[in-house]
Nanobody, 117 residues
């Protein structure tokens, strides 16, 4: 069992940046993918991006160029760097970690990001 704890959310003005962190209670080095989803009220959770065990980063097309996902296996931490934030990026951001396709992912509790002037 791995527990994930997100941090770094908050209120930011449009055009600003935030870096979210997701600390795992155990090693994530063997996990096939770690990454982020986000969710707004009344909507389903949607994918943001992930990083594979091999270090390949995948970001949803609409966020490319602004969002970056990275992992530090030595620190058991996953990051989401968000730049040039827009009001529509306002959401609860959840990190996840998956051992493999046959395994259910672990989820964090979520952290609120609000982009507003």
């Amino acid at each position: 069992q791995v527990q994930l704890v997100e941090s770094g959310g908050g209120l930011v003005q449009p055009g600003g940046s935030l870096r979210l962190s997701c600390a795992a209670s155990g090693s994530i080095s063997s996990f096939s993918a770690v990454g982020w989803y986000r969710q707004t009220p009344g909507n389903q959770r949607e994918v943001v991006g992930n990083v594979t065990k091999g270090g390949n980063m995948n970001i949803v097309d609409s966020l490319k160029g602004r969002f970056t996902v990275s992992r530090d296996n030595a620190k058991n931490t996953v990051y989401l760097q968000m730049n040039n934030l827009k009001p529509e990026d306002t959401a609860v951001y959840y990190c996840y970690a998956r051992r493999g396709l046959l395994y259910a992912p672990y989820w964090g509790q979520g952290t609120q990001v609000t982009v507003s002037s």
